[in-house]
């Protein structure tokens, strides 16, 4: 007991330390309050981590670099946006994580996107550090030849800092296929050498893995049939809301379908649309994936679908299973109350902290299962991890066999979050688990490294 004490007081300490050392960066806050506030039981067995500060080094990045990127757009103007590449852990591999162009990109959202991604990444079982980074560019609006430019400029001074063994960079919003064949075009000149696993989510010609265009979404939808299944309810024939309508809620919705459920909703930035009958994948991949249109346009297209302003609304539909697939802070606490009232079973995070602390914790309060993004979005990364793997074997594995692989990874996930929150006695809180089993793995690697 008094070892528990300890490990709070450490914990609240630590918080203190961060929020006093960088004020306004309250997405980071967020992160760090939700992990301190879930693995203390692990710090009460290990005092020996105090003593080794262990917990004020997984809380600061080994590296910040922060850069200026300067492009000519169409109209011949010069802009300067600003780059930037968290290398926050390297304890069991290469820093990997995505790059996300849009204009709400701070060192704050990145800090927060690295330290998830170094739990999400020690879940996914695959030997792979933590990172993130990305620009305040936003591609909307722009020509391709503009956003050629943009990530030629970038690549240049990012290339100094990564490599197949260093830092592996991917996708993540804003950053899709067409953006990591420029960034990988302009790496690849720069180092006059074929280094395919400098970047994850290529095109299948170059270095790209089969499956992993779908991995996040499908892989969402393994982790929570998973969950629904083990506690007696299944996914069969259930109705399902989605938020966003970008890769992640796209394979989302496809694995949806092929579980048997029907997914009814999508959304973008503006507003959402609402299909009774079940979202039409082909029409929604045609405006999004092909002419890279607004979600407005699928309910302009589609007999029976109703369009709403304002995105948030999207909570407010009766569905049996939530999956936020949008950004972060996106699900609040309003919204939660309104899913609750309409007899909610599940959410399960497709976006990188899509619900917030309260959210949660009104979703635990109330019996619904939660599955929390460092878990069940971990599909995405780990097909990067397979695409690293099929890069160095100079190999390409089927469709079938990553699937395959993308399934057991998901369900070992799951067994990790569920294992470990029994363990320390909070069954079913998968959020507390996925945090405890993801942090005594980088945790042990750090304090074996010795003090780096
Ligand atoms: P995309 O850029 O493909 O899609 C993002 C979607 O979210 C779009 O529909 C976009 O609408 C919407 N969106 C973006 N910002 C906001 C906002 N502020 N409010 C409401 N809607 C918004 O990104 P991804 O699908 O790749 O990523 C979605 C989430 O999943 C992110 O949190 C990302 O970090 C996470 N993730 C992605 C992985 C991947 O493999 N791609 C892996 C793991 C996590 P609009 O077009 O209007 O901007």
């Known amino acids: 007991m008094a070892d528990m004490e300890k490990a709070k007081a450490y914990c609240e300490r630590v918080l203190a330390e961060i929020i006093k050392r960088d004020p306004d960066q309250p997405e980071f806050h967020n992160t760090c309050k939700e992990v301190l506030g879930t693995i203390t039981p692990v710090l009460a067995e290990h005092p020996e981590y105090e003593e080794a500060c262990l917990l004020e080094r997984f809380f600061e990045p080994e ?21 930037f590449r968290v290398q926050m852990s390297s304890a069991i591999g290469p820093y990997k994580g995505g790059l996300r162009f849009h204009p709400s990109v701070n060192l704050s959202i990145l800090k927060f996107l690295a330290t998830e991604q170094i739990l999400k990444n020690s879940l996914s079982g695959l030997p792979i550090g933590g990172g993130k980074g990305g620009s305040d560019f936003d591609p909307k609006g722009k020509s391709d030849c503009e956003v050629m430019k943009f990530c030629q400029s970038f690549m240049t ?19 899709g296929g067409r953006e990591i064949g420029y960034l990988y075009g302009q790496y690849k000149r720069i180092r006059n050498a074929y ?21 996040t979404g499908y892989g969402l939808l393994y982790f929570v049939e998973c969950m629904l299944n083990d506690n007696g309810i299944g996914l069969k024939g259930k109705t ?5 309508s970008g890769n992640v809620a796209t394979y989302a919705i496809e694995k949806a379908y092929q579980l048997g459920a029907k ?7 503006n507003g959402y649309v609402v ?30 679908a109703e369009y709403h302003e304002g995105c948030a609304g999207v909570w407010t539909v009766k569905a049996d299973v939530a999956l936020p697939c949008a950004t972060q802070n996106e699900l609040n606490l309003e919204a939660a109350q309104a899913l609750v009232a309409n007899g909610v079973v599940a959410v399960g995070e497709g976006a990188n902290m899509p619900c917030t602390l309260d959210a ?49 990874i998901m369900i070992n996930s799951y067994k990790q979050a569920k294992d470990a929150a029994e363990h320390y006695g909070m069954p079913k809180n998968y959020l507390a688990g996925a945090n405890i089993a993801g942090f005594q793995k980088v945790a042990a690697a750090m304090f074996a490294q010795g003090i780096v």
């Not at 399902?240 to 966003?244: K, N, R, Y």
């Not at 979202?279 to 297209?301: H, P, S, T």
């Not at 309060?365 to 890069?391: C, D, H, I, R, T």
């Open 263 to 269: 997914p009814i909703t999508c959304s973008d930035s």
């Open 195 to 215: 280094e395919a696993g400098v970047l994850t989510g290529k095109g299948l010609s170059f270095g790209g893995s089969l499956a992993r265009t779908e991995a």
């Open 63 to 83: 590296r910040v670099i922060t850069f200026r990127v300067p492009w000519v757009d169409d109209a011949g103007k010069v802009r300067v946006n600003r780059g």
């Open 240 to 244: 399902v809301s989605v938020s966003g």
């Open 360 to 408: 949660i914790a009104y979703f635990q309060e109330n019996g619904v299962y939660f599955a929390p993004a460092k878990a069940a979005n971990v599909g995405g990364v780990s097909v990067s991890a397979l695409e690293m793997s099929q890069n160095s074997e100079r190999l390409s594995w089927t469709f079938e066999e990553v699937d395959q692989r993308l399934k057991d």
């Open 275 to 304: 299909d009774p009958e079940g979202i039409d994948l082909a029409l929604l991949k045609q405006i999004k994936e092909v002419e890279r249109g607004r979600i407005k346009e699928y309910a302009e297209r589609k007999e029976g």
């Open 157 to 175: 001074e990012l290339s100094r800092h990564i490599g197949p063994d260093v830092d592996v960079p991917a996708g993540d919003i804003g950053v």
